[in-house]
């Protein structure tokens, strides 16, 4: 499956189809090595929805905008 698209990213949150603005970076500890990021991506409505999920259940590392980690991720092999 190619993962490049022309379509923007879009947030996360059920039956969204807003923009994405933020990736919230996480892993749960049972699953995933510390180093390891899953994404969620949240629109600005969302963010703080989705921030609040994943952080009542300790997972949340990271919230930075899209653009912000798009310039960080260039060349690495995070998941999402």
């Given at each position: 499956?190619?993962?490049?698209?022309?379509?923007?990213?879009?947030?996360?949150?059920?039956?969204?189809?807003?923009?994405?603005?933020?990736?919230?970076?996480?892993?749960?500890?049972?699953?995933?090595?510390?180093?390891?990021?899953?994404?969620?991506?949240?629109?600005?409505?969302?963010?703080?929805?989705?921030?609040?999920?994943?952080?009542?259940?300790?997972?949340l590392k990271?919230?930075?905008?899209?653009?912000?980690?798009?310039?960080?991720?260039?060349?690495?092999?995070?998941?999402?």
């Open positions: 499956m190619n993962s490049v698209s022309d379509e923007p990213p879009i947030c996360s949150a059920k039956g969204c189809r807003t923009d994405a603005v933020w990736v919230l970076a996480w892993n749960n500890p049972k699953l995933h090595t510390p180093e390891r990021r899953k994404t969620w991506l949240a629109c600005d409505e969302h963010r703080e929805h989705l921030s609040h999920f994943l952080g009542l259940r300790g997972f990271d919230v930075v905008t899209l653009e912000e980690w798009e310039r960080g991720s260039a060349g690495s092999a995070a998941d999402r």
